[in-house]
């Protein structure tokens, strides 16, 4: 299989070096040095045209800024196979407070926590906790 692989950091170099090794045609995305030793780099951040370029059978997303910004919901739109959560989905790990308020309104245990505005609001929710 043509397998995209986007990202450019640690984990797209360990996606890409096992994928590799399972004999997949690798390509990274913007990719690293890493991704360079067990496949061909694309040096580019428009994902979609790169999978096209490639006639990619599947694409796998590794951090968390192309999941946020749709990247697997522009792929979807086109039906192009990728591998990864959408925009909506992926904003529980992009974000802490969106992440709390989706478990306290579906009733997932979860510690307590503040949605603060300024330092002085900080201050006076701090002594509010032990």
């Not at 990619?56 to 192309?66: H, I, K, Q, R």
């Not at 990728?82 to 308020?101: C, D, F, N, Q, T």
């Not at 300024?118 to 701090?126: G, T």
Request: proline content about 5%; hydrophobic content about 40%.
């Amino acid at each position: 299989m043509r397998i995209l692989v986007i990202g450019s950091g640690g984990r797209e170099h360990a996606i890409a070096w096992r994928l590799s090794r399972e004999g997949h045609k690798v390509y990274g995305a913007p990719g690293n040095p890493g991704v360079a030793q067990v496949g061909e780099i694309l040096a580019t951040t428009d994902y979609l045209a790169a999978a096209e370029s490639i006639d990619a059978d599947l694409s796998v997303v590794g951090p968390e800024g192309p999941l946020v910004a749709g990247v697997v919901d522009q792929f979807r739109s086109h039906d192009q196979p990728i591998v990864g959560p959408s925009r909506e989905v992926a904003r529980l790990e992009a974000s802490k407070m969106y992440a709390k308020e989706f478990m306290q309104r579906h009733g997932i245990p979860t510690a307590r926590f503040v949605r603060i505005e300024s330092d002085e609001a900080a201050v006076r929710a701090l002594a509010k906790f032990d």
